[in-house]
């Protein structure tokens, strides 16, 4: 069975230099789109190192949408980098420089290289809560028990 289709995103991009390469899609039914490193030199993340990599790129996202930055398997699993504060928010009111922090949990030096995809791009929509205070809650089964309370 297929699922339905819904009605197109449009998310403007700008590029900050004609090198720099568009996200995209790898798969026809890839969740993320690909962002790629735009670096004029190779940047040398040491284990537990933090840095900001930058995308050479700036988006327009509709409102009521958000888009999400979160790692790529295949990189944290081959070296260790991913997205230190996965996934990323960015707001549909942003308009600056979109880059990507990334974190070295491996033992070795990684090695980050221009063009070289480092994160992916989700477009999710965006629910505003409306807060209401309470005196008290529901009662639930579950109640109060956190981590690990429903198994490890």
């Known amino acids: 069975m297929e699922a339905e289709t819904s009605e197109e995103v449009i998310i403007k991009i700008l590029k900050t230099d004609p090198r ?14 690909d962002l790629r490193a735009f670096l004029t030199n190779d940047i040398t993340v040491p284990p537990l190192g933090r840095v900001k990599i930058p995308t050479g790129l700036k988006i327009e996202i509709p409102k009521g949408f958000e888009a999400q930055v979160r790692p790529r398997s295949g990189l944290a699993i081959k070296t260790g980098l991913t997205v230190l504060n996965s996934p990323g928010t960015i ?28 994160a992916q791009l989700v477009i999710a929509p965006v629910k505003r809560a409306v807060i209401k205070e309470t005196n008290e809650l529901s009662v639930t089964i579950r109640g109060t028990n956190g981590f690990g309370s429903t198994g490890v």
């Open 91 to 118: 707001d549909s009111d942003y308009r600056g420089d979109l880059e990507i922090i990334l974190i070295n949990l491996s033992n070795s030096e990684v090695i980050i290289k221009d063009a070289q995809r480092i």
């Open 20 to 33: 720099v390469i568009l996200p995209q899609y790898e798969s026809e039914s890839a969740s993320g789109m």
